[in-house]
């Protein structure tokens, strides 16, 4: 039997185990109670098998896959399989000793029992609002230590026999700032899981346990063997790339390097992080698994895009990642805004793969998690509130086309919260929201643009905590196109001069009426700007993407004085005097 697998078969039975994966993602937005994930949709679901190797992962937030990717394995390490029964469910958050990578993503798991065995494991992450630490939201810009950040959740079980542990829920509830909000969003996640193993069990039953097993061994295979196609694809060689996070948020104007040496030979892949920062002070550490998700990302973008999204694709890839660095910390190091290290490894990694392959490589992105979050009892409920923002920005432009505007990249894929959902539920105004001029880099095809989003308080006694990136090194452009503009904090309190804050801040106090306005990072231009076509520079002038000055600086496009239309003869010598 083992030697007898359908494709056919495992096509439909991936696309079937993927499907239950993503039905778990409905209902965990569906039933969630907090706006981060029910709006914005911050969270991911997925399936492993009895082994507890990941076989299907809905398409949410690529970085939730380092919280899950080892999670599993961690359980099996700390309870024997004799002593795990049906309807149990294990929670945990822990970077350190649960598989997670940053306190706020609480993440779930559920055993599927089948004839008496485990043959299966479904399993959720959302993020968290608040658990607790040194500032409302959880994630602070200037944390530490791990200890600093949050309530930190050892593997537990969440559920025994079908049955919740409330001492397990009491011992997190009394932790966070938002109790009501954090059980809602708790009891979502144990919905979803046992839904995900009620849909596992109709599957495992239609095949039999041992066509499943045999079907999920070659579901892991079959990725294995087209990512060693992919890579086989790209021409043989060392590539490097080097690139720099802003500061750690501690220290505070000190650039943090992240290097990279990518090595193709035939059919495998050698990423080596030798070079990069030692884990810094603050809080943009990640962890191992962490890592290995960015470079699982980075890859079947890359060179496998269609491939099934599975633990096969690891089989072809050694990662090198020093000890004790940015990119493999240790406890007790920060780690609450390491999605942003994640997102410059990803940078880091594109940038290399660029020498190799230009025609399927983006310009760099805005590449950061900027994050708004804004917190404080709210005048009309009389009710403490915590509302977590990721707002988008640009994203790469390409050899065929313009970057997207206003989008979330890489390792994030959050939505916005709607307006009127904000402005429904908290004691904000939002007073603007909209490209950023000028903020896409310019190019024969020019970069995403950035956001500018403008926040009014409407009640007093407010706290705004800002993680940003990209505010000092822009996203960079290729084959020639230039940088996209970087990221920005302002803050306007009321009768005071406008003030420019750090990338990362921690604890403003906002009265009301003050402002906040966050300026999200462009992206890299692709190609000489100066053959743009012009027709195409003024339709962003007239959409309010592209200013005058940059229009004829960038460019070369000169308009009329009315600004109704090109001054084509005056266009054609400009651009000719700086071919």
Not at 62 to 68: C, E, I, Q, R, V
Not at 124 to 137: E, L, M, Q, T
Not at 197 to 225: C, H, P, Q, W
Request: charge should be negative.
């Amino acid at each position: 039997m083992k030697n007898e697998i359908s494709p056919i078969t495992l096509e439909i039975m991936g696309n079937l185990i993927l499907s239950v994966a993503e039905e778990m993602g409905v209902i965990l937005v569906k039933t969630a109670y907090s706006t981060n994930i029910k709006e914005r949709k911050d969270a991911s679901t997925a399936i492993f098998d009895g082994k507890g190797r990941m076989i299907a992962q809905a398409e949410h937030v690529p970085m939730h896959l380092g919280s899950m990717l080892t999670v599993v394995t961690e359980i099996l390490k700390k309870f024997p399989v004799d002593t795990i029964e049906p309807g149990d469910m294990f929670i945990t958050n822990d970077p350190y000793t649960g598989g997670g990578t940053h306190l706020p993503d609480i993440t779930m798991v559920e055993p599927v029992f089948v004839e008496g065995k485990i043959a299966a494991f479904v399993a959720n992450i959302a993020h968290h609002s608040d658990i607790g630490g040194k500032v409302p939201g959880s994630t602070s810009a200037d944390a530490e230590s791990v200890f600093q950040e949050g309530i930190r959740i050892p593997l537990v079980k969440i559920c025994r026999k079908g049955e919740v542990v409330d001492e397990s829920i009491e011992f997190i509830l009394n932790n966070t700032r938002t109790p009501e909000e954090r059980k809602g969003d708790l009891f979502a996640q144990i919905s979803c899981n046992k839904a995900g193993t009620k849909r596992m069990k109709e599957v495992i039953n239609k095949y039999g346990v041992d066509m499943f097993s045999t079907y999920t061994d070659g579901l892991l295979k079959y990725a294995e063997n087209l990512m060693r196609v992919g890579i086989k694809n790209l021409p043989d060689g060392e590539y490097s790339f080097e690139d720099y996070l802003d500061d750690d948020g501690v220290e505070l104007n000190k650039p943090v390097p992240i290097k990279v040496k990518i090595t193709i030979k035939d059919d495998k892949a050698i990423v080596d992080f030798e070079g990069s920062s030692p884990q810094v002070k603050g809080p943009l550490n990640l962890v191992l698994s962490g890592t290995l998700t960015t470079v699982f990302y980075c890859f079947k973008a890359i060179a496998g895009p269609t491939i099934f999204a599975n633990e096969g694709i690891y089989r072809t890839i050694e990662v090198k990642a020093p000890d004790h660095s940015i990119v493999n910390c240790s406890a007790p190091a920060p780690v609450g805004v390491r999605i942003d290290a994640a997102q410059r490894i990803a940078d880091v990694i594109f940038g290399a793969l660029a020498k190799a392959t230009p025609e399927r490589v983006i310009a760099a992105c805005n590449s950061s998690v900027t994050s708004a979050i804004f917190s404080g009892v709210n005048p009309e409920t009389n009710n403490y509130f915590v509302y977590l923002e990721t707002i988008a920005g640009g994203s790469g432009a390409h050899q065929n086309n313009d970057g997207l505007s206003g989008v979330q990249v890489h390792m994030t894929n959050t939505s916005n919260l709607p307006v009127e959902a904000l402005e429904r539920e908290y004691p904000i105004m939002v007073e603007t929201y909209k490209f950023a001029e000028d903020s896409g880099g310019p190019g024969l095809h020019r970069g995403g643009l950035g956001l500018e989003r403008q926040f009014r308080m409407l009640g007093d006694n407010l706290n705004y905590t800002g993680l940003g990136e990209r505010h000092v090194f822009s996203p960079w452009g290729i084959s020639g196109g230039k940088n996209g503009a970087p990221g920005s904090f302002w803050l306007e309190k009321v009768d005071q001069e406008k003030e420019k804050l750090n990338s990362k801040v921690s604890d403003i106090s906002l009265q009301k009426d003050d402002l906040i306005t966050v300026f999200t990072p462009g992206a890299g231009g692709y190609g000489n700007p100066m053959e743009r076509p012009i027709e195409k520079v003024f339709k962003d002038f007239k959409e309010g993407k592209v200013s005058v000055e940059s229009a004829e600086k960038d460019y070369g496009v000169i308009f009329t004085k009315d600004l109704n239309e090109v001054d084509i003869e005056a266009t054609k010598k400009h651009r000719a005097d700086h071919v």
